[in-house]
């Protein structure tokens, strides 16, 4: 072992990176995702005790996994299971106060870690569990963030958070949701499951629903991150590989999205010198991988190439809308939206003149799911304005800023309603 000379920052950086493999390799032995997460703390725990006084490990997560697993032992032995569950973690844990390097190989040498992580995945965002879980849950054990951390990315009370995990473990032992990677006839339903968690992760970090910042890039690159990996765990599978996809080429504008003072930037009006052109590269790649894969383009596949239209263009006269409106056209016979349909309107409309964007509008005001969804009128005043109506885009583009949560786009939507020029 070697002592660190910030140790603390060395045990957090260790931590989001071994928690998920830790929390899945616990799982999958003791069967309760619940418990294996509190056995994974307390292996951090012994490590935030031990690690500034004897130096951190020179494999840290192998420490952490024989620590956990040696109170995995103990945590069945207190239920009188001992001699059953002792089999299944390992014997040779039990008699040793602290792991050797012996225990660090043979805690090193385990070859389910990539189907353990797998089996969380699934786990984590099962459908039995309500949208606000999986969410939480999913953060918390995969992504290795604390209570708290989650609590201020979602502008919620931490004992919210907490709550939402409590119940989501909870409903999953009560529920007796396996530990294992779902079969054919499951899988559809279960990885839409999946990749919902992880976009709707990453569309809260690209535009926050609510708060005084535009947006949030850590939980854009948490989404990022875990849909890496399930594209690595998943690599037969279009969507995820579409998923991952969209994300990369969204969250290439991130550096461009916001002004010197933090306020929001358009998509048309953004200087895309400042896109990261190494996620575009990536990106566009990752499209081409989903491409490539049997079958037809699902909708994180449409929508990715929805985003590499943006990314090609180097500028924004140089879109290619007809395409974008095409694109479109095709997602919306897959994942009939009312939202879709609004995009599909921002795409006709720029490929074919603002009143035909305008006469798709003008069919969403009675959906129920856009009664409050502020970007209608926004989308509306913004064709209203390019059509010259300058009162009524007025108008619109203030209910639009009555409507969001987020105090950066009210100014923006403000801005925008003062610029409207007076009628006549």
Known sequence: MGVAQDVPSTIDAVWRIES???????ARTVRDVG?????????????????????????????L?????????????????????????????????????????????????????LRLVFTACHPVLPTEGRVALT???LGGLTTGEIARAFLVPEPTVAQRIVRAKRTLTSQQVGFEVPDRAELPERLASVLEVIYLIFNEG?????????????????????????????PAEPEVHGLVALMELQASRIGA???PSGEPVRLLDQQRGRWDQLLIRRGLAALERAERLAGPPGPYQLQAAIAGCHAR????????????????????????????????????????????????????????????????????????????RFDEARSEFERAAGLTRNARERELLLERA????PAG
């Open 257 to 259: 999205r916001t002004g």
């Open 139 to 141: 953060l918390r054990v």
């Open 418 to 421: 003062r610029g409207c020029a």
């Open 313 to 388: 263009a180097r500028t924004a006269g140089e879109t290619d809308w007809i395409r974008i409106a095409a694109l479109y056209q095709v997602l919306a016979q897959q994942l009939p939206s009312p939202v879709v349909e609004l995009n599909r309107a921002v795409a006709v409309g720029m490929a074919f003149g603002p009143q035909a964007g305008l006469d798709l509008v003008e069919q969403l005001p009675g959906e129920p799911a856009l009664a409050a969804y502020h970007l209608l009128p926004s989308v509306r005043g913004d064709l209203l304005a390019r059509l010259r």
């Open 35 to 63: 418990l294996a997460e509190e056995l994974a703390q307390d292996a951090l725990v012994a490590a935030l005790e031990q690690w500034p006084a004897a130096g951190v490990p020179d494999n840290p997560g192998a420490w």
């Open 206 to 234: 690209y535009t926050a629903t609510a708060g005084d910042d535009w947006m949030r890039p850590t939980l854009c690159e948490e989404a990022l991150r875990l849909g890496r990996i399930l594209a690595e765990l998943t």
């Open 20 to 26: 998920a493999r830790l929390i899945a390799g616990l």
């Open 65 to 117: 996994t024989a620590v956990a697993k040696r109170r995995a032992v103990d945590h069945f032995r207190r239920r009188e299971r001992y001699e059953r569950k002792v089999a299944e973690i390992g014997r040779d844990l039990v008699s040793r106060p602290d792991p050797t390097e012996a225990d660090l190989v043979a805690a090193l040498v385990d070859d389910g870690i990539e189907d353990d992580l």
